[in-house]
């Protein structure tokens, strides 16, 4: 009806790739005449993201492009310790040649890594694998479990690991593992005869030794005492399961006789 206010619809027209932005020449009444109004359209803007890694909450770059732009990846490229950048995927696995282009809607994309590999040594530390070396190189990925089985071999000793304990790759400079050897041990208790005789006092002491190798036990040197050779064991061959037991039996070398007063009458 002439003279009321003009009519629009309520909800805006949409086209892709572009945004709605109003009518242009909207009277604000109804002419006396048809009308044929016209949208006005804004060219639409699309975010493109590029994300070093699937699931990170920043983006590494963000560009903006228009529909029907062609996408091409960022000249600056992410980096990652460890690792080699070595393209773009929608998915953080699968490479893409051609990004494509942008159709109406924004974009994520997913920087794709390959692992880099480090050297790992492992030193026998006086020891010997199999094959006459000493130590052993192998390459693993970064962030991956180091696996490795060859077992030295050191005489007199029993190998008990790896130190520090081997667990993942996560150092770029590489790592080395040093052989862990453990000898035998025995333990020499010494027995030293009571002032009164009536038994004797016990002490004893733990060392280390080359497992196979003789052993001689301390003699220790007390004013008084000598040593019991019968009972005691001073020689011994260290085992694997150190349970070489010396003994020294230290006995009193003399009795102490008492002093008694001796009475002398003198002649009259």
Do not use: C
Not at 227 to 252: A, F, P, Q, R
């Amino acid at each position: 009806t002439p003279s009321s206010k003009m009519p629009v619809p309520v909800d805006g027209p949409q086209r892709i790739g572009y945004v709605f932005t109003g009518w242009s020449n909207l009277p604000e009444t109804m002419p006396a005449n048809n009308q044929h109004i016209a949208a006005n359209w804004t060219e639409a803007s699309y975010e493109v993201d590029f994300y070093s890694v699937v699931g990170a909450k920043t983006p590494f770059k963000t560009e903006t492009y228009k529909n029907g732009e062609e996408i091409t990846a960022p000249v600056e490229v992410p980096s990652r310790i460890g690792y080699t950048f070595i393209g773009w995927s929608v998915d953080g696995k699968n490479v893409l040649q051609n990004l494509g282009t942008v159709m109406a809607k924004n974009v994520s994309f997913y920087a794709v890594w390959s692992a880099n590999s480090y050297l790992v040594t492992f030193d026998a530390d006086g020891g010997k694998f199999s094959d006459g070396t000493s130590e052993k190189n192998i390459a693993v990925k970064y962030n991956s479990k180091i696996v490795f089985d060859r077992i030295p071999e050191k005489e007199g000793y029993i190998f008990s690991g790896w130190t520090p304990e081997v667990g993942v790759m996560d150092d770029t400079d590489g790592k080395t593992f040093v052989a862990v050897w453990v000898g035998g041990s025995y333990t020499v208790e010494t027995y030293v005869m009571k002032a009164d005789g009536s038994g004797y006092d016990v002490s004893s002491e733990t060392f280390n030794g080359k497992i196979g190798t003789e052993v001689t036990a301390r003699l220790p040197v007390i004013d008084g005492y000598k040593l019991n050779e019968e009972k005691s064991i001073l020689k011994g061959s260290v085992t694997s399961d150190n349970k070489l037991m010396l003994k020294v039996y230290l006995d009193k070398a003399y009795n102490i006789t008492p002093f008694h007063n001796i009475l002398i009458a003198a002649p009259f």
